[in-house]
């Protein structure tokens, strides 16, 4: 493959400020190992309901524009997801700002949009430092960081299960180690990243549902007063 000139992200954010006010959002970063079958999107769809979270994952952010007629850049997502590694961020933090623009255009019709504050759960993101320190610099300050743990044996065997109807061309046993790999090596020094600075919390996933959820609750209560 040619290689695909990426634009610039000076150009692409050209302030020296970010696009949006840390007062007024609230972003939650929700982060994981691969396979959100294991809990990741159920914690999720709760939260939007209960708390009125807009849900963006940037894995589907990416498959989506992936598939868009007219991108330039879906062969290049294609190959990266398809090898388990980190797509240039350049694409991904564009892509966000835009759904979180759309989002502020057409708000939820909660308490909590209504307030004026929007909330965010950033679902698979950021998985590389690179995408973390830029997002902070250029987007918004993210409020926290949910890390769902759980054993490599439970994860294996979900993907492996949810590869049955998923579709996905990386739910297969050589991209799921390419997956691990990038996850050890690129994702994991994120979230001790963030431990250090006192922004990321560790939920156990491997409870049932609600007792999960339960302790979600507590941690947003305690961290974000919400
Ligand atoms: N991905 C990426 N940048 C991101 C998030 C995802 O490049 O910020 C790519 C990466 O190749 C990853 C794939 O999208 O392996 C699938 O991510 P997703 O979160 O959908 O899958 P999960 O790991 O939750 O099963
Ligand atoms: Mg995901």
């Known amino acids: 493959m040619a290689p695909l000139a990426l ?9 020296d400020k970010p696009v949006f006010e840390k007062d007024s959002c609230d972003v939650v970063f929700v982060l994981g190992g691969p396979g959100a079958g294991y809990g990741k999107g159920t914690q999720c ?7 009125g979270f807009v849900h963006l994952s940037a894995g589907d952010l990416l498959r989506a524009e992936q598939d868009r007629a ?10 990266y997801i398809k090898d388990g590694l980190i797509v240039p961020q ?3 933090i564009k892509l966000l700002e835009n759904a979180m623009s759309e989002a502020y255009a057409n708000p939820p019709n909660n308490d909590a949009w209504k307030s ?4 965010f759960l950033i679902d698979g993101f950021p998985r590389k430092m690179d995408q973390a320190l830029m997002f902070d610099k250029v987007i918004v300050q993210n409020s926290l960081v949910l890390f769902f743990d759980t054993s490599d044996e439970v994860m294996v065997e979900r993907v492996m299960g949810r590869a049955k109807t998923s579709g996905r061309a990386d739910d297969n046993v050589e991209s799921l180690k390419k997956r691990f790999v990038t996850f050890r090596e690129t994702s994991m020094p994120v979230v001790e990243y963030y431990k250090e600075k006192g922004l990321a919390v560790v939920v156990d996933a491997s409870p049932s549902t609600d007792v999960v959820y339960a302790e979600v609750k507590k941690v947003l209560a305690e961290k974000l007063h919400i």
């Open 70 to 79: 007219g991108s330039q850049y879906g062969d290049l997502i294609r190959q």
């Open 116 to 119: 004026g504050k929007g909330r």
């Open 45 to 51: 769809a709760l939260l939007v309901q209960d708390y």
């Open 90 to 92: 350049e694409v991904t």
């Open 7 to 15: 634009p610039d992200m000076a150009a692409l954010f050209p302030s």
